[in-house]
Nanobody
Framework: QVQFVQSGGGLGQPGGSLSLSCAAS?????????GGWYRQAPGKQRELIAT???????NYTDSTKGRFAISRDNAKNTISLQMNSLKPEDTAVYFC?????????WGQGTQVTVSS
């Protein structure tokens, strides 16, 4: 069974940067799947914030466009999220997801807290 291990995140300052990565345990696994990052703030529903297609095309929500960047490295079997110009409202648990062909995989979640 494939597992996805998230890393990165933690505490960041307003205006600062943090990064997240999601690595699949099986080599050459992620290339066939669409990738995405979600987040869930306390008391709120989980929301999709960025996606990346198998060909590398990206999409963002208005709340993250211009500040966050999703990327994939199929050779390293990872999906990443670079977060810049952080705001306190970016505080949430962040989840990676890969899906396609009837499959759906989630990372375990990583806390990101933006505070001075």
């Amino acid at each position: 069974q494939v597992q996805f291990v998230q890393s990165g995140g933690g505490l960041g300052q307003p205006g600062g940067s943090l990064s997240l990565s999601c690595a699949a345990s099986r080599p050459s696994f992620i290339s066939r799947y669409t990738g995405g990052w979600y987040r869930q703030a306390p008391g709120k529903q989980r929301e999709l914030i960025a996606t990346i297609s198998t060909r590398g095309s990206t999409n963002y929500t208005d709340s993250t466009k211009g500040r966050f960047a999703i990327s994939r490295d199929n050779a390293k079997n990872t999906i990443s999220l670079q977060m810049n110009s952080l705001k306190p409202e970016d505080t949430a648990v962040y989840f990676c997801r890969l899906w396609g062909f009837g499959d759906d995989y989630w990372g375990q979640g990583t806390q990101v807290t933006v505070s001075s």
